[in-house]
């Protein structure tokens, strides 16, 4: 006999056997993500295998496409009945309140989005192919999935390459990446209108960027004089000029800068910590 026994933080399975009572506790949490996993399969189009989003159609009989298979197939693919110009409106629903996971998963993303969300995250996931991390050097054309950038940074880009997340700085432009904390990093400092800046990217999600801090700190020659920054890492979909004119990052003015420079060099270090 099954007896189930909830309460708000737990599901208590008693299962009974004529002579013994065997108790299994599940997490509420587990449980529900199990439960998405499960309409989530009722969610996959037959054709393509990915999870349909409405509209979501039907055939004669009841089995449901994709709407973009749907116009690639000229019958059901299940039981080769004829399309109904009805929709799911059932199935529909269920996936307007259910989180979708990437479809990049089995490379390393495991981000749920809403079915509002899920397009443009697919757009933008650092888990699927991405581009040369350094833009600023050469043209490099290389494209790839996250887990081979620093592989390829090592082959064709290895002075841009550093081993510590502590850095110090030249007063030209300058960009590089790093392994840390088991994850990978780009920075870059440039000077634009008068100003210089300096930022960090984490090539990875936004959500897991915020899990970092860099912190800036400048020294002047006497030992004494000193500007301290920390700013939050910010995530591989944010292109450069964004995180420049957000003022998210370090922004000082050309004549500040300059009390921190000697024999050219800018007395900066760059200091990454996890939050």
Not at 30 to 42: M, P, W
Not at 69 to 78: L, R, Y
Not at 105 to 133: D, M, N, T, W
Request: net charge positive; hydrophobic share 35%.
């Amino acid at each position: 006999m099954l007896h189930l026994v909830i309460t708000k933080l737990e599901v208590k399975i008693l299962l009974k056997h004529a002579d013994s009572c065997d108790t299994y506790v599940l997490d509420m949490g587990d449980l529900s993500r199990a439960f998405d996993e499960a309409l989530l399969k009722d969610l996959e189009c037959p054709v393509c295998m990915e999870y349909m989003v409405p509209p979501i159609t039907m055939c004669m009989n009841g089995h449901n496409i994709c709407s973009k298979c749907k116009e690639s197939v000229n019958c059901c693919p299940t039981c080769r009945a004829k399309f109904s110009e009805s929709r799911c409106l059932a199935l529909e629903n269920i996936a307007r309140r259910l989180k979708y996971p990437c479809v990049n998963r089995q490379s390393g993303c495991f981000e749920l989005f809403s079915i509002e969300h899920i397009a443009k995250h697919h757009a933008a996931c650092v888990y699927g192919k991405i581009k040369c991390p350094m833009p600023f050097i050469g043209k490099c054309s290389w494209i790839g999935l996250k887990n081979n950038v620093l592989e390829h940074v090592k082959s064709a880009h290895p002075n841009a390459l550093e081993e510590s997340p502590t850095l110090d700085f030249h007063l030209a432009d300058c960009w590089g990446i790093f392994s840390y904390f088991g994850e990978l990093f780009t920075y870059y400092k440039r000077k634009r209108d008068g100003r210089y800046y300096a930022a960090f990217q984490l090539i990875g999600t936004s959500s897991k960027a915020s899990k970092y801090k860099c912190g800036f700190k400048l020294r002047a020659a006497n030992g004494i004089d000193q500007i301290r920054k920390t700013f939050s890492v910010h995530g591989y979909s944010e292109d450069w000029e964004t995180i420049f004119n957000s003022g998210k990052c370090l922004n000082l003015d050309e004549e500040t800068m300059e009390l921190f420079v000697e024999e050219n060099k800018l007395k900066l270090t760059i200091a990454l910590h996890r939050v």
